[in-house]
């Protein structure tokens, strides 16, 4: 089993519409949580980071579930320029900080 | 804040020789920074953690006589792929953070074409 995983897309969705990706994560000594968007051929970047109470940055909401051990991001009124890969992003906080990431969801956002 | 620089971009190179790519913390320390690979359509792979002043930690799986890193300060860390081939062709890319709570940054990249 990967240690996080996320839908595997590709998500074509219309331009306004609300678009939903999930992950899970497999290392319950995981601490802290983020979503990243990568542009193709570029470096990923930092969308935002996911809180146990849920966090939301305007279009965006991101919720973690650690019982679960689920985490999700919601797009509302999705734009052209939400066409990315989301990755889901998990900090194994015991093995010196360093990052895991999910395989990556492609959106793509038509008009 | 928290701007990583990475260069080249960009790079070419034949068969058999060594290729060094520079990471650097411009606007904060990092005793710690992590290089990572991504295959085309594949997620990142974390390659190697560099510690400053002390010896990198692989991952399983990358040998550490091929991908040499060096993380001779607290804002430089840098990786050279020796004796390069094509099935390195990849992209690769560091990243840092000034807090290991705060959002990671990475670098711009590095598109390795090894012909």
């Known amino acids: 089993r990967k240690e996080v995983e996320q839908d595997p897309g590709p998500f074509n969705v219309p331009e306004g519409a609300t678009v939903a990706f999930n992950c899970t994560y497999s290392n319950s000594a995981s601490q802290s949580f983020f979503w990243y968007r990568q542009d193709c051929r570029k470096e990923p970047k930092l969308l935002m980071s996911?809180?146990?109470s849920g966090n939301e940055d305007g279009r965006f909401t991101a919720q973690l579930n650690r019982a679960s051990q689920y985490i999700s991001l919601l797009i509302r009124d999705s734009k052209l320029s939400d066409s990315a890969t989301y990755l889901c992003?998990?900090?194994?906080?015991?093995?010196?900080?360093?990052?895991?990431f999910g395989q990556g969801t492609e959106l793509s956002v038509k008009p | 804040g928290a701007v990583v620089s990475q260069h080249p971009s960009r790079v070419i190179c034949k068969s058999g020789t060594s290729v060094k790519i520079e990471c650097r913390s411009l606007d904060f320390q990092a005793t710690t920074m992590f290089w990572y690979r991504q295959f085309p359509k594949q997620s990142l792979m974390l390659m190697a953690t560099?510690?400053?002043?002390?010896?990198?930690?692989?991952e399983q799986g990358v040998e550490k006589d091929k991908f040499l890193i060096n993380h001779a300060s607290l804002t430089l860390s840098t990786l050279t792929v020796t004796s390069a081939h094509p099935e390195d062709s990849s992209f690769y890319i560091c990243?840092?953070?000034?807090?290991?709570?705060?959002?990671?940054?990475f670098g711009s990249g590095t598109r390795l074409t090894v012909v």
């Open positions: 996911v809180y146990s």
């Open positions: 992003v998990v900090n194994i906080g015991n093995q010196g900080g360093k990052l895991i």
């Open positions: 560099s510690n400053e002043g002390s010896k990198a930690t692989y």
């Open positions: 990243s840092a953070s000034p807090d290991l709570n705060y959002g990671y940054t």
